[in-house]
């Protein structure tokens, strides 16, 4: 008789809804699981999937994806007692070498296989069990392979190439140490599967399951997902298809909340203030500038209508974790600060205060904006020098003086972090929607060849000029952005790369935008100005490195290679035995 070990496969308590805190994503596993025993009915698929949810909570999983999509960037500095942690001042430092822990990819791989065992018995359990209906069994499935694709995503991204497999692991006997797939094979894999699953994925959970409306995989996190898959891949017109179906969707929710109450999302709003997208709006005053923060990254569970129209996936958390039986946010607790330690394990870097104390030449946050963007008060304590973006709970600007001024709500308590960790958002999708637009731009002089730039980077600013003027705390509406600045494919470029940095700085995004960037261009300059930017010692050893293609990958932790013989490390990294590529490199 067959066994899982809880490593594989856990049990957990029944799922009734997802309408409580308790009763989200609670995991309980057990020694071991009797397989014939466990999956007959429906309650055991929804246990194993909101142990798929259960997974990607989990503070090494999520401290990963900040890792991985934001540390090694221009964004981040270290904070304070950095020092209790050596990987990571090693990569703050760009001193990666394979023993670092962060190599370590144990936690996205136990949710996959998860994913890939919950793919594999459903349709048994589906076939026994008549209270799960088929449509039940598809969304699951196509739910599954959603969270499987967005782990193996965030890998590739990382690690370039990967094992990659769709099998379920559920014995001793299976072969498991599998060679690295190439990375645009996993990419095209990843798209594959989701492209033949998205139609019977859930499309919008009802607002009695509120927590389910972000929190689990819909129509529109897989229309996301493809949408920056294909940017990836370069297949800019499908990554520009799924982005305006996730804008559609959005549009169409906003319409709703607009016939619910008036005081929410408008018309008018769209029109004006945001050139037709459904931003959560920042209310203006004589004097008051603010609530996008409070709904977006607070706990402002009042605006659940506001959080739809924006956000598109997020893991949920808790504040009061010992109450209601969900996690609380410990990797944010960790690493960006709390109440008990103000400044976290990192902190902005010394770039991105130097940039907004200058009076000109920002290459940030705009000159003309005269510090009124207020994302550089979301995102950071001016005077703290802190990470504010996820660790407080809300933020307040009075617009009545010459310039803003900031008012802070309460940092959450330690080992209390309530902030949601949000992977998708609607602006995200729209500068991702931007940035596929100006790789449309054609060479060329004549006359329809301008025509058709001049149309795409209207679009392209558009989206942009949207975004940002969101955040431009002052009483009158006007564009800060001028079109006649950006008039060629490298201009509007480099202006979406700024707007993303601003817009999802702290959010794992700006290393990923940087890997990317560095993939279309077939080289690392862009990249290696941005992680040379926060360093003032050993920047000669970090340019030389970082001009290698291999070295803004990640090496295989070291851990995984002796037990994976069939891996081959990623030559910028040497063998692994070093303790760090520096000495790698002097041989």
Known sequence: MKKIHYYIICAFSAICGLSSCTDFLEIKPQNEIILEQFWNEKADVDAVIAGCYSGMQAEGVIKRMMVWGEFRSDNIGPGSNTTSDGSLEKVLK?????????TN???FYTVINRCNTVIKYAPGVAADDPAYTESELQANIAEMVALRSLCYFYLIRAFRDVPFSREAYIDDNQKMDLPATKFNDVLDSLIYDLEGVQNQAIKRYPTTKELYQTGRITQDVIHALLCELYLWKKDYENCIRYADMVIESKKAIAEENRQKRSSSFSNEDAEERFNGFPLVSNSTSNSYFGDAYTVLFG???????????????QLIFDDNPSDNGMPANGAVNSFYGNSNATVGLVAPSDYIFNDIDKTSGRKVFADRNKKRDSRMYFNCDLDDKSINK????????????????????SLYSQNQNGSNWIIYRLTDIMLLKAEALTQLVREG?????????KSILDRAFTLVNAVNKRAICQNQLADTLRRNEYNSKVDMENLVLQE????LMFEGKRWFDLVRLSQRNGNTNQLKDAALSKHTTGTGLISNHLTKMDAIYWPYNLDEMKVNLNLVQNPAFGSGENDSYQKTTKK
């Open 94 to 102: 760009e001193n990666i070498d394979a023993k670092n822990t962060y």
């Open 105 to 107: 990819w144990g936690g």
């Open 299 to 313: 706990r402002d569970r009042g605006n659940v209508d506001e959080v739809n129209q924006e956000i598109i996936f």
């Open 390 to 409: 996820y660790t407080t709970s809300t933020i307040d600007i009075s617009v009545s003086g010459s310039s803003p001024e900031v008012s802070y709500g």
């Open 445 to 453: 002089s004549d006359q329809e060849t301008g025509d058709y730039n």
């Open 500 to 503: 993303r940095q601003r817009e």
